[in-house]
């Protein structure tokens, strides 16, 4: 009885020096990490930890939106995705590195600039045709595209595309109008004879390295009743009687594309019956023989902004990525 008594005493004295011990810690651990903040604190903090930093001109957007012309639908890409598309589309995988490099560059600039100057009422930036290979390949047509090769080639274009992911063109603050085709006819043309507007940035340079590109001239052939009924298309009434006298006079602009003729003796732009007759350039010369019609042209494309042909040619010559792209849109600031 007496050895209970003393026990239970014991503990009593243990606990009674363990509690104010265990309150005492608690408490300080209490007071050192202070009151939970509230959640507008919180907010209020986080506002100004992101206001101390300056946002980045490449901070745009994640995803991409096109309309897909084989079907109508719009559509949206992550961008990493769609540059990669992109630049498959445009150039040729086993192209030289800088190239491929520039031509993302562009892709990726062009893209937002169709963003900010969107007109189609899908809301969608701009229009690509994956089925026929233009403007943007999806990862269907790539794997039907590159067959066994497609692991290799995509993780090639992949890594070209993650070097200048955050890479853009800028003019007065703003993403540029980086427009790109595949062959000059030895220099690039102005903007306002393509599409009306003068952009300085987009101003005739020398591509001389173009003349050797592959199948920088063709020859197309149209029956006269083809290239009459092509005419009916631009508001043109030609007499089938006399064919030989459809064509007149011609005016170039200072790149050497047409700028103008004179067709039934109405003024046509050079745009206008490239766009009817579905010839590769407005750089081109017409001979009539025998019912038929040839157009010779030079180079392939509008012919406004990066010739991919000249970019791979530079890139061959060492020229890096950005010397492409300030050689073709002079006075365009590369930020990253």
Request: glycine fraction near 8%; charge should be negative.
């Amino acid at each position: 009885m007496k050895r209970s008594f003393l026990l239970l005493c014991t503990v009593l004295l243990v606990l009674g020096c363990a509690l104010p011990c265990a309150a005492y810690r608690l408490a300080c651990m209490t007071l050192a990490q202070g009151p939970a903040p509230s959640a507008v604190e919180a907010a209020s903090a986080a506002s100004e930890e992101n206001s101390s930093q300056s946002p980045s001109p490449a901070d745009t957007t994640d995803t991409v939106c096109f309309t897909d012309q084989s079907t109508g639908q719009s559509a949206t890409l992550p961008l990493r995705e769609y540059l990669i598309g992109a630049v498959a589309a445009e150039m040729p995988v086993s192209w030289p590195d800088e190239a491929l490099k520039a031509q993302a560059v562009a892709a990726h600039t062009y893209a937002l600039y169709c963003r900010d100057h969107a007109a189609l009422q899908s809301g969608a930036w701009l229009t690509v045709d994956p089925a026929r290979r233009q403007g943007c390949l999806t990862e269907p047509v790539l794997r039907s595209y590159w067959g066994t090769a497609y692991e290799q080639n995509y993780a090639r274009l992949s890594a070209l595309v993650d070097e200048v992911l955050n890479d853009l063109l800028f003019y007065d603050n703003a993403p540029a109008c980086t427009s790109y085709f595949a062959i000059s006819n030895g220099r690039t043309e102005a903007s306002e004879n393509v599409w009306g507007t003068a952009l300085p940035y987009l101003i005739p340079v020398d591509s001389g390295a173009d003349l050797s590109a592959d199948n920088y001239q063709y020859t197309a052939v149209f029956s006269a009743a083809q290239v009459q009924q092509a005419f009916s298309g631009l508001g043109i009434t030609a007499d089938l009687a006399a064919p030989e006298s459809w064509f007149g006079p011609v005016e170039q602009t200072s790149s050497g594309y047409t700028k103008s003729l004179t067709v039934c003796g109405q003024t046509v732009s050079g745009t206008a019956l490239r766009q009817a007759l579905g010839l590769r350039s407005t750089c081109f010369t017409v001979q009539y023989q025998s019912g038929n019609f040839s157009f010779t042209t030079r180079g392939y494309g509008h012919g406004v902004g990066l010739s991919q042909w000249g970019a791979k040619a530079m890139a061959e010559q060492g020229a890096d990525y950005a010397d492409i792209l300030a050689h073709y849109y002079p006075g365009a600031q590369l930020q990253r």
